[in-house]
């Protein structure tokens, strides 16, 4: 695929003055993030009331221009351009977000391959804070790859930001040394999903792809209101996933129905399975994909990470296949910096606590952690990777007389370390080394005899996990032989079924793309209840399919919002989101609604239409300023 880039008035630049050590090149790449209209927020940014997002995380048109020299050439601040894109840009994170050095969240106007990544739209600019050897989230991905599943690819950058603090300043600064990385997401290149469509109706057509997340809600995200029982609220912890795939856009009634349904769901169908089921292990793999999670619980058992199995923690389910775990994402705090650790984290969380009860699982576990241990997760292997990957971040930190310092070519670090970058990185070395020690210890004891201490007391529990018959107790003195009888499972091919036809989309109200009050978070402000979850914020909503809100005095079913600001749930593009607010207000109007609803009809398709012109206006720009480069930057450090 050709490298298409825009290139501007920036490229024409003065040449370099000649001397020993010019401090603004770098041997990493170059990102530049320059806002074109209006500069990214601050602290002081002008916040609306509540329910509302972030003003922090507000989007702003910009330009990233890329400078990545191949060939050993340095990358210097006033060179030539390799690319410049088109995209939106904001600040990203939770507690991150008032940090100083800011993480920040792109998503280009259209598919590119940024920074040699294959081509996609949305990338982070995760800037290490906390982390002082900059390595943690690299190494995480690395080794997540290593068990041949998909984990974003990661390169090291320095990142300057036009800030535009004074409106003749245009001066690009210098934020730091950051990593640039995809954002996990369900396209070929990435995650790989089938896609869902209205023309869906079949429960084998509506089994995927499906994709959510575990973390606290927030403003705009988009979370199943699961039916609350017994299995759901112990194994699933009572909490609500958020949906990341499919866009909120393009899920219809149906969808919805399927999915939280207790007869249909992946999610109520797996707890309900782990409540009553246990003595009937061969049906795991029915629900879950054993390797992946097994995949993903030693990974997260050796990174220490102190968010595991329950905040960041991705699943997916492609149709006709079971739920898989996984990506993995966000390792600030892993790896020795959130503590060590000499005991199994899994043991506090009740779901993970189960799934060690099942014979296979149990099984795999100490299979799949000798034959990682025996290839890419050796300690030549682990080490190797940490120290060349260390070496560039090395090179460059050893200009700085405060290498922790927002200085050109230092990292910008606000960790509480006064020991050197090597330090961190050695630190980082023995942490992940001994944490693997420990397991190599501890491993081989997950064949035991079980009880509602060890399996959690629910429903009936066999009496060992040696086996299907869990009278079976042979593990117990030859663990090798049982562990090595399961087979474990080769990782799934991504994107293995095609999208439904739709020439067959029926004309149903269910069957059409809308948005559901009662899946829009309004974001969790208040423990008064003031401020609701759902329903915009002012209402409330059952559980299971087919809800609706009950709205607070003064606010109108069907979302209950205030009128002058409906929620737009995350998921779709920043183009897309004019047509989001249509969908909330559209679903179910009332009669006594549609006065009301024909006037922000009309106010809506003036500002599409004022958008569709812009965006004519921006490709013609565009025409003047394209150019396309034969060869495209080749995949170099960090990103296999």
Same mark, same amino acid.
């Given at each position: 695929?050709?490298?298409?880039? $825009?290139?501007?008035?920036?490229?024409? =630049?003065?040449?370099?003055?000649?001397?020993?050590?010019?401090?603004?090149?770098?041997?990493?790449?170059?990102?530049?993030?320059?806002?074109?209209?209006?500069?990214?927020?601050?602290?002081?940014?002008?916040?609306?009331?509540?329910?509302?997002?972030?003003?922090?995380?507000?989007?702003?048109?910009?330009?990233?221009?890329?400078?990545?020299?191949?060939?050993?050439?340095?990358?210097?601040?006033?060179?030539?351009?390799?690319?410049?894109?088109? /995209?939106?840009?904001?600040?990203?994170?939770?507690?991150?977000?008032?940090?100083?050095?800011?993480?920040?969240?792109?998503?280009?106007?259209?598919?590119?391959?940024?920074?040699?990544?294959?081509?996609?739209?949305?990338?982070?600019?995760?800037?290490?804070?906390?982390?002082?050897?900059?390595?943690?989230?690299?190494?995480?991905?690395?080794?997540?790859?290593?068990?041949?599943?998909?984990?974003?690819?990661?390169?090291?950058?320095?990142?300057?930001?036009?800030?535009?603090?004074?409106?003749?300043?245009?001066?690009?600064?210098?934020?730091?040394?950051?990593?640039?990385?995809?954002?996990?997401?369900?396209?070929?290149?990435?995650?790989?999903?089938?896609?869902?469509?209205?023309?869906?109706?079949?429960?084998?057509?509506?089994?995927?792809?499906?994709?959510?997340?575990?973390?606290?809600?927030?403003?705009?995200?988009?979370?199943?209101?699961?039916?609350?029982?017994?299995?759901?609220? =112990?194994?699933?912890?009572?909490?609500?996933?958020?949906?990341?795939?499919?866009?909120?856009?393009?899920?219809?009634?149906?969808?919805?129905?399927?999915?939280?349904?207790?007869?249909?769901?992946?999610?109520?169908?797996?707890?309900?399975? $782990?409540?009553?089921?246990?003595?009937?292990?061969?049906?795991?793999?029915?629900?879950?994909?054993?390797?992946?999670?097994?995949?993903?619980?030693?990974?997260?058992?050796?990174?220490?990470?102190?968010?595991?199995?329950?905040?960041?923690?991705?699943?997916?389910?492609?149709?006709?296949?079971?739920?898989?775990?996984?990506?993995?994402?966000?390792?600030?705090?892993?790896?020795?910096?959130?503590?060590?650790?000499?005991?199994?984290?899994?043991?506090?969380?009740?779901?993970?606590?189960?799934?060690?009860?099942?014979?296979?699982?149990?099984?795999?576990?100490?299979?799949?952690?000798?034959? $990682?241990?025996?290839?890419?997760?050796?300690?030549?292997?682990?080490? &190797?990777?940490?120290?060349?990957?260390?070496?560039?971040?090395?090179?460059?930190?050893?200009?700085?007389?405060?290498?922790? &310092?927002?200085?050109?070519?230092?990292?910008?670090?606000?960790?509480?370390?006064?020991?050197?970058?090597?330090?961190?990185?050695?630190?980082?070395?023995?942490?992940?080394?001994?944490?693997?020690?420990?397991?190599?210890?501890?491993?081989?004891?997950?064949?035991?005899? =079980?009880?509602?201490?060890?399996?959690?007391?629910?429903?009936?529990?066999?009496?060992?996990?040696?086996?299907?018959?869990?009278?079976?107790?042979?593990? #117990?003195?030859?663990?090798?032989?049982?562990?090595?009888?399961? /087979?474990?499972?080769?990782?799934?091919?991504?994107?293995?079924?095609?999208?439904?036809?739709?020439?067959?989309?029926?004309?149903?109200?269910?069957?059409?793309?809308?948005?559901?009050?009662?899946? #829009?978070?309004?974001?969790?402000?208040?423990?008064?209840?003031?401020?609701?979850?759902?329903?915009?914020?002012?209402?409330?909503?059952?559980?299971?399919?087919?809800?609706?809100?009950?709205?607070?005095?003064?606010?109108?079913?069907?979302?209950?919002?205030?009128?002058?600001?409906?929620?737009?749930?995350?998921?779709?593009?920043?183009?897309?989101?004019?047509?989001?607010?249509?969908?909330?207000?559209?679903?179910?109007?009332?009669?006594?609604?549609?006065?009301?609803?024909?006037?922000?009809?009309?106010? =809506?398709?003036?500002?599409?239409?004022?958008?569709?012109?812009?965006?004519?206006?921006?490709?013609?720009?565009?025409?003047?300023?394209?150019?396309?480069?034969?060869?495209?930057?080749?995949?170099?450090?960090?990103?296999?």
């Amino acid at each position: 695929m050709k490298f298409s880039t $825009l290139l501007s008035g920036l490229i024409a =630049l003065r040449a370099i003055p000649g001397s020993a050590f010019d401090n603004s090149c770098f041997e990493l790449p170059i990102v530049i993030v320059s806002p074109t209209s209006i500069k990214l927020p601050t602290e002081t940014c002008n916040q609306p009331r509540f329910p509302a997002r972030d003003c922090m995380k507000d989007a702003v048109p910009a330009n990233i221009e890329v400078i990545d020299n191949a060939d050993g050439i340095l990358n210097c601040l006033d060179g030539n351009r390799t690319a410049i894109y088109t /995209a939106n840009a904001h600040y990203r994170g939770q507690s991150s977000l008032h940090f100083s050095k800011h993480q920040i969240g792109i998503e280009l106007d259209e598919d590119n391959e940024l920074l040699g990544f294959p081509a996609d739209r949305t990338f982070v600019l995760n800037g290490p804070t906390v982390d002082a050897s900059l390595i943690r989230n690299h190494l995480a991905h690395w080794m997540f790859r290593a068990t041949k599943r998909y984990s974003p690819r990661t390169r090291h950058i320095v990142v300057f930001v036009r800030d535009r603090l004074g409106d003749d300043d245009w001066r690009p600064r210098y934020r730091g040394i950051y990593l640039a990385l995809e954002k996990i997401a369900y396209t070929p290149n990435r995650v790989g999903l089938t896609q869902l469509n209205g023309a869906c109706q079949s429960t084998e057509e509506l089994s995927g792809g499906w994709a959510w997340q575990n973390n606290p809600l927030g403003y705009g995200d988009y979370s199943p209101n699961l039916v609350t029982n017994e299995a759901t609220g =112990l194994f699933g912890a009572g909490a609500r996933p958020i949906l990341t795939f499919p866009e909120p856009r393009t899920i219809t009634q149906s969808m919805r129905d399927y999915f939280v349904s207790p007869e249909t769901g992946p999610l109520p169908r797996l707890y309900q399975y $782990l409540y009553d089921n246990m003595t009937q292990p061969d049906g795991l793999e029915k629900h879950i994909d054993i390797g992946s999670f097994v995949d993903y619980f030693l990974h997260s058992e050796l990174s220490m990470n102190s968010d595991a199995y329950r905040r960041s923690t991705y699943f997916f389910k492609d149709r006709g296949q079971p739920i898989n775990a996984g990506p993995v994402w966000d390792f600030n705090l892993a790896y020795g910096l959130g503590g060590y650790k000499t005991t199994w984290m899994y043991t506090i969380h009740t779901f993970w606590k189960r799934l060690t009860c099942n014979y296979k699982f149990a099984s795999l576990v100490q299979q799949r952690w000798v034959q $990682l241990r025996s290839t890419t997760w050796s300690n030549e292997s682990i080490t &190797s990777f940490i120290q060349t990957s260390g070496e560039p971040l090395r090179r460059q930190l050893m200009k700085c007389h405060d290498w922790k &310092s927002d200085n050109l070519q230092c990292a910008n670090v606000e960790a509480k370390t006064t020991g050197s970058f090597d330090d961190e990185i050695n630190g980082v070395v023995n942490a992940v080394l001994e944490r693997a020690h420990w397991m190599d210890s501890n491993v081989f004891g997950f064949y035991q005899a =079980l009880n509602s201490t060890v399996c959690v007391a629910a429903g009936e529990i066999p009496a060992y996990n040696c086996a299907a018959d869990g009278s079976d107790k042979g593990c #117990l003195a030859t663990p090798s032989v049982y562990s090595n009888a399961v /087979a474990f499972p080769e990782p799934r091919k991504p994107m293995t079924a095609k999208a439904c036809d739709m020439s067959k989309v029926s004309n149903s109200t269910i069957d059409k793309p809308s948005i559901d009050p009662c899946w #829009l978070s309004a974001g969790v402000y208040m423990s008064d209840g003031s401020i609701t979850p759902f329903c915009s914020g002012y209402g409330f909503c059952p559980e299971g399919p087919g809800a609706t809100c009950t709205c607070k005095i003064g606010h109108h079913p069907p979302t209950c919002a205030r009128i002058d600001d409906p929620i737009i749930p995350h998921g779709g593009f920043v183009r897309d989101g004019e047509a989001t607010q249509y969908l909330s207000l559209s679903k179910n109007l009332s009669r006594g609604n549609v006065y009301n609803f024909w006037l922000i009809l009309c106010a =809506l398709s003036a500002v599409a239409v004022g958008i569709g012109l812009a965006a004519h206006q921006r490709r013609r720009e565009r025409k003047g300023l394209l150019n396309h480069f034969d060869n495209k930057v080749s995949l170099r450090y960090g990103t296999s």
